[in-house]
């Protein structure tokens, strides 16, 4: 997610030496006068943006469906908050309405049509204890559900039906500092046990627990799948391993929830994955879904994952960076950033070319795969088809091209 999903996976033709040039911009060189080809959606120091014809609107607190359709954005006020449904490609608006100013979106459908509204965290990797949550179901015309369920809770991701919600249940409710994915049903409002990935309900006791350190996500073209990377999980223990009795001992792992079946499966990831500093790991997919790739980038290595047999095929080396990694992908290419510019591989891994660039605060493919952004501090980059360079006042990171 994203990035539930962590997501990474953000004119005119230009001569070479003017998309040469550009890509090599940092944030003291004045950027070319020139708007952005594509819509985007960015990240600002208040939230969530769409930079859309050469402009930005306002940052503000909101949720973006899985496949990137739908943007549910929030104004808050004192006591309420304007809800507002926007389709991310058109700008066009879906529909909107004040809810209590309590809630903010937090997890959108991956068709758009239905918004998780929770209380805001000030710490979403450690949330505060409290004895029972309340979340709001909407879509654009009006609230569906509010339930109030006991224990932390925080909102993940829709089951594809509608018809649920998976969530995180923190541990212990006095003290969260670890979790259990769960599906809250919406119609009896009770949490319940997921699948295996044998289509049978988890043994009761076997629940894997998480920590959210490290944890960023990424999901399948459709939404229907969600992949969710978790680093710095030492001596963690799968469903498998507490159903066999086999000890677990894993540092990082890529969490597979599907969403129409209701399964979760786990695919371990071997050394050095889950020793880096936070923030060194990324995870991207494939245009077509069929290939999972994790970066290590402090450590210069790279995972490669079939989504088909939930395997890794091999890890490969490539070059380390400094800073956060970020991962995209097109049908033909890897792109890979960090501090100091974007690294072009093919999908085996085999290292093309490299840019330099300003520190890289993320990277998207567009929807046409004919470019690749990469996003600094106040700016956006992009190569392709067309190349070029715009400043964007207040953009901190980019989240996916619309």
């Known amino acids: 997610m994203t990035t539930r999903r962590n997501l990474l996976m953000l004119a005119g033709a230009a001569a070479a030496a003017a998309a040469t040039a550009a890509c090599e911009a940092t944030d003291e060189a004045s950027p070319a006068a020139v708007r952005v080809p594509d819509v985007l959606v960015v990240r600002t120091r208040d939230g969530l943006a769409v930079a859309r014809d050469g402009g930005l609107t306002p940052g503000r607190a909101g949720a973006l469906s899985a496949t990137g359709s739908t943007l549910c954005l929030a104004t808050a006020a004192d006591k309420t908050t304007q809800l507002d449904f926007t389709t991310t490609l058109a700008g066009t608006r879906l529909g909107g309405y004040p809810v209590d100013g309590r809630w903010t979106p937090r997890v959108v459908h991956a068709d758009g049509s239905m918004v998780a509204l929770a209380a805001p965290e000030a710490d979403p990797l450690r949330p505060q204890a409290r004895e029972k949550t309340t979340i709001v179901i909407a879509d654009s015309k009006r609230i569906l559900h509010e339930i109030t369920v006991p224990g932390?809770?925080?909102?993940?991701?829709?089951?594809?039906?509608?018809?649920?919600?998976?969530?995180?249940?923190?541990l212990p409710a006095t003290a969260p500092d670890h979790y259990r994915v769960r599906r809250l049903d919406l119609g009896t409002q009770s949490l319940e046990r997921l699948w295996t990935r044998d289509k049978v309900p988890v043994p009761a006791g076997a629940e894997e627990e998480m920590r959210g350190e490290g944890r960023t996500a990424v999901a399948s073209p459709t939404g229907r799948v969600l992949y969710t990377l978790y680093t710095h999980q030492p001596g963690h223990q799968h469903t498998r391993?507490?159903?066999?009795?086999?000890?677990?001992?894993?540092?990082?792992?890529?969490?597979?929830?599907?969403?129409?079946?209701?399964?979760?499966?786990c695919v371990d990831l071997p050394d050095p994955f889950g020793h880096s500093p936070s923030g060194a790991y990324s995870i991207a997919l494939s245009a077509d879904g069929s290939l999972l790739f994790v970066v290590d980038l402090a450590a210069g290595a790279l995972a490669r994952i079939s989504t088909e047999t939930l395997k890794v095929l091999n890890v490969v080396k490539v070059g380390s960076d400094t800073g956060p990694a970020y991962a995209a992908a097109s049908d033909e290419h890897l792109y890979l950033g960090g501090d100091h510019g974007v690294q072009v591989l093919d999908l085996a891994g085999k290292a093309i070319e490299h840019w330099a660039t300003a520190p890289v605060r993320g990277l998207a493919v567009s929807r046409d795969l004919q470019r690749v952004y990469a996003a600094r501090e106040g700016g956006v980059t992009w190569r392709g088809t067309t190349s070029g360079d715009a400043a964007l006042a207040g953009v901190t990171g980019l989240v996916r091209v619309a």
């Open 152 to 170: 932390v809770i925080e909102p993940d991701a829709f089951t594809a039906d509608r018809l649920g919600l998976f969530v995180l249940e923190w």
């Open 241 to 265: 391993d507490l159903v066999s009795g086999r000890p677990g001992n894993v540092h990082a792992f890529v969490h597979t929830l599907e969403t129409e079946q209701n399964w979760a499966y």
